[in-house]
T-cell receptor
Framework: KAGVTQTPRYLIKTRGQQVTLSCSPI?????VSWYQQTPGQGLQFLFE???????NKGNFPGRFSGRQFSNSRSEMNVSTLELGDSALYLC????????????FGQGTRLTVV | GDSVTQMEGPVTLSEEAFLTINCTYT??????LFWYVQYPGEGLQLLLK?????DKGSNKGFEATYRKETTSFHLEKGSVQVSDSAVYFC????????????FGKGTRLHILP
């Protein structure tokens, strides 16, 4: 069974640009969550999508958005990039239900210059 | 809201030492509890989990017991190896609330040969 796939693995963007990151979940998983990981703030929850609907949202500005497609693949978009957006962005998929663990991709390393 | 608190790192131990990483949680319901591990350059992967009080999760020599009375889920290993060097995250998920996974800030572990 293929794992969670995130593309691209590395990205360098300039301040003010926008970026789109992609996540393909494990087959059969309908929940996809996104996290931002930085050395100072740790792992911060961005949002979760379930069956194409945003089910949970973290405390991030509106520049961060996402969507989920009918095949459960998800994208997240960051507009008007700031230097502070430099981070590792992790995607996780899981089956619905609190007892079910999340499976993580390797992440996309975004550097904003 | 629900939260997870784990001990600050880094934790540095010699090989074959006993390891404890403390984790306590706050939740209004009956969450499932998890320990995840992140090796350098990789995403998070599940180490172990417990879904109800007094359950013990175990994997690769690591253990943690779900203690409802002390709201704790401490990670232990009797004899650590250099290959255990990584960042460890405690997490919870409450299906009765919003079902999202909430992570602690992570504890970096260094094992010296």
């Amino acid at each position: 069974k293929a794992g969670v796939t995130q593309t691209p693995r590395y990205l360098i963007k300039t301040r003010g640009q926008q970026v789109t990151l992609s996540c393909s979940p494990i087959s059969g998983h309908r929940s996809v969550s996104w996290y931002q990981q930085t050395p100072g703030q740790g792992l911060q929850f961005l949002f979760e999508y379930f069956s194409e609907t945003q089910r949970n949202k973290g405390n991030f500005p509106g520049r961060f958005s996402g969507r989920q497609f009918s095949n459960s693949r998800s994208e997240m978009n960051v507009s008007t990039l700031e230097l502070g957006d430099s981070a590792l962005y992790l995607c996780a998929s899981r089956q619905a239900g609190g007892a079910n663990e999340a499976f993580f991709g390797q992440g996309t390393r975004l550097t904003v210059v | 809201g629900d939260s997870v608190t784990q001990m600050e790192g880094p934790v540095t131990l010699s090989e074959e030492a006993f390891l404890t990483i403390n984790c306590t949680y706050t939740a209004t319901g009956y969450p499932s509890l998890f320990w995840y591990v992140q090796y350098p350059g990789e995403g998070l992967q599940l180490l172990l989990k417990a879904t109800k009080a007094d359950d013990k999760g175990s994997n690769k020599g690591f253990e943690a017991t779900y203690r409802k009375e002390t709201t704790s889920f401490h990670l232990e290993k009797g004899s650590v190896q250099v290959s255990d060097s990584a960042v460890y995250f405690c997490a919870l998920s409450d299906e009765g609330r919003d079902d999202k996974i909430i992570f602690g800030k992570g504890t970096r572990l260094h094992i010296l040969p």
